[in-house]
């Protein structure tokens, strides 16, 4: 998360330049000093509130004036409804349609968390586990009810490879019951890591720009990365929308 994502202080310490581009990930108490506690209003509480607040913006004060010639935040936000509601459609099928509320504003809350990250003096949510893991964990849970509520005992089909052959069926189960355990975790940890990474990378060349040999190399790369960035935000969020579609249709359809 990124307290001053674009941003970097080089001190000089012994002839040499020192900067921290994981302070930026440093949760901080919003209002004064001291502990973070499990109540305490943090850098993170704002910036999930302002998340909020833009998904809000968007999705209904953008669309309550509706019109046939759309207005930009209308436009956007039926572009949106439909880009995720046709990945429900199109990966789940018809029986996921009912799942759309659900999904959509997972959408909407990563893409608008990573994008106001990009934003000077920013704090990207999204960067840490505590955040991504809870969204992660969110999908695990919901699937796998809805997989037992809607199968019964048949959703344990979903680890037993019917189309192999019979002596590797026990050996593929294990793996599969393992590789489904382990879902969450990839889950968060690649939505995390890649903006967490690309926040540390761009707080790095804005170290360098700094000295004045490099600065000019420093600047483009900046631009590059922030470019990339953007391109990352968005792509993050339909890799873990469409991660937790297939999730979702293996609860409704589990046999291999």
């Avoid at 004036?65 to 199109?90: H, N, T």
């Avoid at 590797?168 to 967490?196: C, D, K, Q, T």
Wanted: glycine share 8%.
């Amino acid at each position: 998360m990124a307290t001053e994502t674009h941003g970097a202080e080089p001190v000089a310490e012994s002839g040499g330049l020192v900067f921290h581009p994981m302070d930026q990930f440093i949760v901080k108490p919003l209002f004064g000093h001291g502990e973070v506690g499990m109540f305490t209003i943090t850098n993170v509480t704002l910036w999930l509130f302002l998340a909020i607040v833009a998904i809000v913006l968007l999705m209904v004060v953008g669309t309550s004036k509706r019109a046939i010639v759309p207005s930009r935040s209308q436009s956007i936000a039926e572009l949106a409804y439909g880009f995720v509601y046709k990945m429900v459609e199109d990966v789940t099928g018809k029986d996921g349609l009912k799942f759309f509320p659900y999904i959509m504003t997972l959408f909407l809350f990563i893409v608008s968390a990573n994008f106001l990250g990009l934003l000077p003096k920013s704090f990207t949510t999204t960067s840490h586990f505590a955040v991504t893991v809870v969204l992660a964990f969110a999908v695990f849970i919901t699937v796998t009810v809805l997989g037992f509520v809607k199968n019964g005992a048949g959703f344990l089909s979903l680890f037993w490879v019917s189309s192999a052959p019979l002596p590797l069926r026990p050996i593929l189960a294990v793996i599969e019951l393992i590789s489904y355990f382990v879902r969450p975790v990839s889950h968060s940890i690649r939505l995390a890591g890649n903006i967490m990474a690309g926040h540390a990378v761009i707080k790095v060349f804005a170290g360098f720009a700094a000295i004045a040999a490099i600065s000019p190399i420093s600047v483009l790369a900046i631009t590059a990365m922030y470019g990339l960035e953007i391109l990352v935000a968005f792509i993050q969020a339909y890799v873990f929308t469409i991660l937790t579609c297939v999730y979702l249709k293996d609860a409704l359809h589990p046999h291999h």
